[in-house]
């Protein structure tokens, strides 16, 4: 017993070690320490930079720094340690931040700092942006100037219409999240009454306005009638009279993107007003899973926890990305909530790691940098095993899974059942959970 635990504390000091190392190597912009190679009388290594453009301090963002750096800084030490991977070449980076000073993504400093980094460094490939609005303008100039754009972030469906020729999306796009929305429809047979209802405040990164963009898209390419309903979390007091009065008249399958508390205020309202509530079906779009942190996401504690958990239990579907055991759990800054988010991180380390396997396969001459295109599409269309990636489509993004799962009483049930409007065969599996493809 103490034997093991020695040892296991031996190689943790290991990777520590090594880590900090990494740091000394290749730590943010300015801070470059020159390494002493004693012993090492190998031909010079060409350095490979990478450019990393993300949120340096607002862990609001599921791609900021904090959280993702750990794990670029995993996948470059793998790739630098490993001598068959892009021998004599040694992968470096160098990072920018695309906050304004209020910590907000800027669709205005990301492409400043692009440019700064693409003249001071000639990087190879661009890592980041992570939000919509700064990849944007990032992603016209990296095709301007051919060089990868590799990023599992910027979820929108713009990204993937081709006017971004250079953007490799590993993470779990909006598209995606549309076609499973798309499945859940034609499995139930639902063509009419749907209705998207999402908080937008038109502001910052509009998390909840671009995956019900995904939505849209998918559910109109198969001529579902769609109504929206919108209003803005961040200006209280929602007016849920008016809410009320579209579900009405417009909705009767509903999905919701919002945060769980304003869900949850929507249900009780819902449960307390005069309507047929054996019609309606409501789908929360949760895109890391917040809610399902507590057993039972109807409750606060307060004076209205038992009608919640009523509300709940009208045909509430949660849809949220599966659970991967992503290993990077560990190297998570101490102190930052939302482990749901690693799989952005995840995404991040796929990226790079594939990025290094298509770039090995140009057999690099020293000296040479090959096309930026060559390797966006070395890097589309293979099956590749990594933390959340199994397989990038041609449209180059991930495709993780997204899952579904049934509140009812706080119990997951994995079956769902339907008590009027459109009748349905009880107790159905839920043939769509993990669609791909
Ligand atoms: C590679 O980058 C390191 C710093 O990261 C620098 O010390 C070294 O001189 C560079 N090598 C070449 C060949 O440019
Ligand atoms: C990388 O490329 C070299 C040279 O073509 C090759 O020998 C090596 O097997 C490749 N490495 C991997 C991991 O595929
Ligand atoms: C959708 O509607 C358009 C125009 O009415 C029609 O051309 C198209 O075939 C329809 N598509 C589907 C999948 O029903
Ligand atoms: C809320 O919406 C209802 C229904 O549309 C409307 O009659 C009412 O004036 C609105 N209340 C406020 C405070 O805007
Ligand atoms: C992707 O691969 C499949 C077979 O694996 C092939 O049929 C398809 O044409 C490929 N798509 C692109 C864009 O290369």
Redesign the pocket.
């Known amino acids: 017993m103490s034997c093991c635990r020695a040892c296991s504390a031996g190689s943790v000091l290991l990777v520590l070690l090594v880590l900090l190392d990494l740091w000394g190597v290749s730590g943010h912009l300015g801070h470059h320490h020159r390494r002493h190679a004693r012993g090492h009388h190998e031909r010079p290594q060409q350095n490979i930079t990478l450019a990393v453009i993300l949120p340096e301090t607002n862990t609001a963002y599921p791609w900021a720094w904090p959280r993702i750096g750990p794990a670029l800084q995993r996948a470059i030490l793998k790739i630098n340690s490993d001598p068959n991977l892009l021998p004599n070449h040694h992968l470096t980076y160098v990072f920018k931040n695309s906050e304004n000073p209020s910590g907000i993504c800027s669709e205005s400093v990301a492409p400043l700092v692009a440019v700064d980094l693409e003249f001071a460094y000639k990087p190879w490939a661009f890592i980041g942006p992570g939000c919509s609005y700064t990849a944007s303008p990032v992603g016209l100039f990296t095709t301007h100037w051919d060089v990868p754009l590799i990023t599992a972030g910027a979820p929108a469906v713009a990204f993937l219409d081709g006017i971004y020729p250079t953007i490799t999306n590993t993470g779990p796009t909006h598209k995606k999240l549309g076609r499973f929305a798309l499945r859940i429809c034609e499995h139930f047979g639902w063509r009419e009454y749907v209705t998207l209802m999402f908080s937008d405040n038109k502001e910052d990164d509009r998390p909840c306005y671009f995956a019900m963009e995904g939505l849209y898209t998918e559910l109109k390419s198969i001529n579902i009638s769609l109504q929206d309903s919108v209003f803005e979390e961040n200006k209280p007091p929602i007016n849920y009279s008016q809410i009320l009065a579209d579900i009405q008249s417009i909705g009767r399958v509903m999905f919701v993107c919002c945060s769980p508390d304003v869900f949850r205020r929507l249900m009780i309202e819902f449960w307390n007003a005069d309507l047929p509530h054996e019609q309606y079906v409501f789908l929360f779009i949760d895109l890391f899973a917040d809610s399902l942190r507590s057993r039972q996401p109807w409750a606060r504690g307060d004076q209205d926890d038992a009608i919640a958990k009523e509300a709940f239990q009208v045909q509430n579907l949660q849809v949220f990305r599966s659970r991967r055991e992503v290993d990077l759990l560990q190297l998570q800054r101490a102190g930052l909530s939302g482990e749901e988010m690693n799989i952005i991180a995840g995404g991040f380390y796929d990226g790079l790691m594939l990025y290094a396997h298509a770039l090995n396969e140009t057999a690099l001459a020293a000296g040479t940098r090959p096309p930026g295109k060559l390797i966006s599409e070395k890097m589309?269309?293979r099956t590749f095993h990594g933390q959340c990636t199994d397989k990038l489509?041609?449209v180059s993004e991930c495709l993780s899974p997204f899952t579904i799962q049934e509140q009812q009483g706080g119990v997951h049930l994995n079956s769902v059942w339907w008590l009027g409007w459109r009748p349905l065969e009880t107790a159905a599996p839920l043939a769509f959970v993990g669609v791909s493809s």
């Open positions: 589309w269309n489509s041609h």
